[in-house]
């Protein structure tokens, strides 16, 4: 699977934008989905995930009622919207399949799509 983010953006502090992550393969409507930030220098960062049907989404303490995951398995492509933006924020994000929501690790990965808030 081969997972393509696009997106990020410089935008400033109270702004928003929207993520989205294509996948090349309909085994994406199999896979449990996920969107992971890092700021370089620094560890990955969970940021939410859904489940493979979409009615199951958690969320990083830090976004919770600013950022909100979700699905299109018609058209194979993940999404985050993102309120609220603050610096914090700033980072670059990935997102990540793997078969299972209770599998410990992503298996694929993205690129990476840049968010800078200021």
């Known amino acids: 699977v081969q997972l393509v983010e696009s997106g990020g953006d410089s935008v400033q502090a109270g702004g928003s934008l929207r993520l989205s992550c294509a996948a090349s393969t309909g085994t994406f409507r199999s896979a449990c989905m996920g969107w992971i930030r890092q700021v370089s220098g620094k560890e990955r960062e969970g940021v939410a995930g859904?489940?493979?049907?979409?009615?199951?989404?958690w969320y990083a303490a830090s976004v919770k009622g600013r950022f909100t995951i979700s699905r299109d398995n018609a058209k194979n492509t993940m999404y985050l919207q993102m309120n609220s933006l603050k610096p914090g924020d700033t980072a670059m994000y990935y997102c990540a399949a793997k078969g299972q929501c209770s599998d410990s690790d992503y298996n694929y990965w993205g690129q990476g799509t840049q968010v800078t808030v200021s």
């Open positions: 859904i489940n493979s049907g979409g009615g199951e989404t």
